[in-house]
């Protein structure tokens, strides 16, 4: 199984790309799927292609995660997008992981994906949009059931090894962290 990382037009640069590195660092099979056509425009004006175009992914292909970057116009593409609502509906139903970083947690409320028991971080920004006792504020990832939340992208090195953590284990984010040096 593997990672499914969706990129919309104004994703935060340093949360997506920092998540592909760390799960390909981490031996993670990770497909980048773009909500829009190659070459996507992250927030900083930087350009990326995807792998794929998310209409072409197989929904009967299961992945371990599916992760939404954040950024305040990528998180409105996410929660705009039918195709996104599908996968978090699909990874729920398989009992699947879902990550979501900055302003992206909003794209679960959006999709009514978001249950409100569940604990999370978010961009401080966006975290009004969330019940009361909902947002850790104390945190800068929170996992909850099978939801990994991330601040900002001042901790997506952090959101991407707790990805790491809870798909392979801490020996794998040792390893990975013997090339990057990051404090983990």
Known sequence: MSALVFLAPGFEDIEGITVIDILRRAEIETLVAGLAPNPIIAARRTKHLADVSLRDVDPAREFEVVVLPGGAEGAKHLAASPLV?????????RGQWVAAICAAPTALLAHAWLRPEQKIISHPSVQAQFPAGQVQNASRVVVDGRLITGL????????AFEIVRQLRGGDAV??????????V
Request: hydrophobic share 50%; glycine share 14%.
């Open 85 to 93: 609502g599908d996968w978090l509906m699909r990874q729920r139903e």
């Open 152 to 159: 900002a992208a001042g901790g997506a090195m952090e959101f």
């Open 174 to 183: 040792a390893r990975v962290n013997e090339g990057v040096h990051a404090v």
